[in-house]
């Protein structure tokens, strides 16, 4: 009855000391991942010896060729790798790491029902009973007109006859409302006032608030046209006012 456990024994020894006496050569190894790879372990199984990596994923270890490693970490997958023969004569080793996704079925925790041990509340939990809402087929259903449903374009409708009476035609609101309209320009100084604030002013130009009339009235009179006051020219506009701003400021300076 003894002699299996001893040649058991035995076989045990000599394998441990067969492990032991290979000959390993240190390689640098690199992890790369989308998250933190600090303290990822990278255990040699086949030298039960291991290390960690730093904050830049480098590390180092002893490996001979056929070790077995293990890379593991709570927030990725288990990885195994098997050392070849490239490993060995390059001295180097990259490892990509995928994260660890821990999906959970969706459960209902009722305080008045805890215990406060965590595994006998998860399973006496209920899981809720997935709802389904089906409204059939959108095309199919009917809506009642209301006040918003119809729509009344009366300017299309200008010139039409309404019980027969041309209304429009008679009091001759045709002319009245297609004639041509004057355009009419606000001067400068209000157009700008109107396109930014003097909050604005004091934010973005440094103008002090109590000076931003008379900064405006110097934008004026420096050159500002029209044509910087139109739609689609707000970069040359804001431009202008910047190199105004900077003179502004230094003609104050000056007499200050």
Known sequence: MNQPILTITFFNVTSSFYAQHINRIEVSGKLSATNDVEGVTIFNTSSNKGTVADSQGNFILEVAQNDVLEISALQYEAKKVVVNTDVIASRYLRLFLVDK?????????LPSQL??????????????RELHINFGNINE?????DEFTK????????GQLVNGLNIASVVGLNKLINRPVKKRFLPKEEQLAIKYTPEFFYTNYQIPLELVDVFISFVVVNGLTENLLQEGEEFQLLE???KQSLEFKKQKYEKN
């Open 101 to 109: 996704v821990n999906a959970l079925k969706e459960v209902l925790l």
């Open 115 to 128: 215990s406060g041990n965590l595994l006998n509340d998860i399973d006496n939990v209920v899981a809720q």
């Open 141 to 145: 259903m009917e809506f009642p007109e």
């Open 151 to 158: 729509v009344d374009n009366k300017i299309l409708k200008q």
């Open 240 to 242: 202008f006012i910047l």
